[in-house]
């Protein structure tokens, strides 16, 4: 008796390298698109650079006077 199973794939480590670098390739895509649509009022756009362990945000702004401000964020509050 002779038994025929049916064969089954088996991905090769090329094929599953390939496959989720596709993935991450189009999962930045559409990231970078979503924060494209993103801008202010005035047509400046915010940005967010990490580096380091350090987190910079510009947000755009135009206040009276120029100069460098203080942002403070409470997690309590819920508005």
């Not at 090769?12 to 698109?33: D, G």
């Not at 649509?37 to 510009?58: D, R």
């Not at 702004?61 to 309590?76: I, T």
Request: hydrophobic share 40%; aromatic share 10%; net charge negative.
């Amino acid at each position: 008796m002779h038994d025929e199973s049916p064969q089954r794939f088996q991905p090769t480590i090329p094929v599953l390298f390939v496959f989720f670098a596709a993935l991450l390739f189009i999962a930045s895509v559409l990231v970078t698109q979503s924060f494209q649509q993103t801008e202010a009022a005035n047509g400046e756009s915010a940005s967010a650079t990490y580096s380091h362990g350090i987190l910079h945000v510009t947000i755009p702004y135009h206040a009276p006077h120029a100069g460098a401000g203080q942002l403070s964020v409470d997690p309590e509050s819920r508005g």
